[in-house]
């Protein structure tokens, strides 16, 4: 599925962002179309900008000692603006989705921001490559889906293990209470905030997770 994009501009303290955002007007009609013909076919929600992405630049923003110099990984990347946010700090930044139009999508970001420290690729975390590795872990609004919570837990441990410090941001829904139960265990440092976005405030919880 692919739809025309307009640039979006994007503040967090003293940091600037331009962002290629899909029309979601377009979105939506091109879905309607596909899932008449295949009515499995899930919805794009990587074409749109979501409050967990927006608390966890705000989050980075206030503890860039997080990212200072460091790589960093974001799995499900979406349009990738934490990733894009990442590169003013980190040495390098590696964002991925497992859906190629969300790369293209940040690929041109990456570019019309002039950013020269920022890979993107295809990365599905149902088949990780096994030699990945990374300091820092960024994974924003990806506990939506309880059939896949027990694969992104079991991604999670992989990176743990490795010391791999993980930032997760993640909007408090009832249903993934239990997934973020099993977190706790690893959490070094919890941080709720209020984000405003299209009228609306949404509340999001920012879990740094980290082996003792």
Request: charged content about 20%; aromatic content about 8%; glycine content about 2%.
């Amino acid at each position: 599925m692919t739809a025309s994009a307009t640039v979006q501009n994007f503040e967090f303290g003293p940091d600037h962002l331009q962002v290629f955002v899909p029309d979601l007007t377009i979105v939506k009609e091109q879905y309607q179309h596909l899932k008449k013909a295949n009515p499995t076919v899930a919805f794009p929600y990587w074409s749109q900008v979501w409050p967990a992405a927006l608390g966890l630049c705000h989050f980075l923003v206030k503890h860039t000692d997080y990212i200072q110099n460091k790589k960093v990984l974001e799995l499900a990347a979406g349009l990738g603006l934490p990733s894009l946010l990442a590169t003013r700090y980190a040495c390098e930044v590696h964002a991925s989705d497992h859906i190629p139009e969300a790369v293209e999508l940040m690929k041109r970001s990456a570019d019309l921001n002039g950013i020269l420290n920022m890979q993107c690729s295809v990365l599905d975390w149902n088949c990780l490559p096994e030699n990945i590795s990374t300091d820092i872990l960024l994974l924003s609004d990806i506990n939506y889906d309880p059939a896949e919570f027990e694969i992104v837990f079991s991604v999670l441990q992989i990176f743990l293990n490795s010391g791999t410090t993980i930032i997760l941001s993640t909007p408090q829904r009832l249903m993934a209470k239990p997934f973020i139960d099993r977190l706790l265990p690893f959490c070094i440092k919890r941080e709720e905030m209020l984000v405003d976005y299209k009228q609306h405030q949404t509340a999001i919880t920012i879990l740094i997770l980290k082996l003792p």
